[in-house]
């Protein structure tokens, strides 16, 4: 077993303080964070000496996530949620028949399917049943969230007429009051 990384030997508020340090500076200046790093660990009187290859391997690492977060977080707010259900139609369906190509394949040689084959099959089955499962839970919360929205503003939209025809005068205050009573927003 290869001997642990010098970063994981530090101390966590250190490698929060190192990641910290290299996003404000861009991922760059390694040398000088490099620098500045062994200082803050001498001052804790700890005999660790870390180099700038580790402390680069590590900006690069952290460089990588934040891209691939970025990535996603821009995938998902671009994603058009009906258009994602087809999606979930064709890989099940190229799930399904790749299972009978490879049933297919097994029964032409005579053979039989290896447990991780079936595994990795299962696996794959269950986490696009999951997913779409949440697929189909956003779009309802998101309908709730649009049909909620329409309510409150149709709502404040009569309370408001309904408080303008009171200041005209040509409602009377306690047949507004009854009709907000009525209409469930008093």
């Known amino acids: 077993m290869p001997p642990p990384k010098k970063l994981d ?28 790093l062994n200082g803050r660990i001498a001052a804790e009187g700890l005999e660790i000496r870390v180099g700038k290859s580790a402390v680069g391997d590590f900006s690069k690492a952290l460089k990588d996530q934040r891209e691939a977060f970025a990535l996603a977080d821009q995938l998902l707010s671009d994603l058009d949620i009906e258009r994602e259900g087809e999606l979930h139609r064709v890989l099940m369906q190229m799930i399904a028949t790749s299972a009978v190509h490879m049933i297919d394949h097994v029964r032409k040689e005579d053979g039989h399917l290896e447990p991780k084959d079936l595994m990795s099959l299962g ?60 209409m469930g927003f008093a």
């Open 9 to 36: 030997l530090i101390p966590e508020e250190l490698r929060r303080w190192l990641a910290e340090e290299l996003r404000d500076r861009g991922f760059s200046d390694i040398v000088s964070v490099t620098d500045a």
């Open 123 to 182: 696996r794959m089955l269950k986490d696009l049943m999951a997913s779409s499962g949440m697929r189909e839970k956003l779009l309802s919360d998101e309908r709730e969230r649009v049909a909620r929205e329409a309510r409150e503003t149709q709502q404040a939209e009569l309370t408001d007429k309904l408080e303008q025809g009171v200041a005209r005068g040509t409602i009377n205050g306690d047949a507004a009051r009854a009709a907000r009573e009525i």
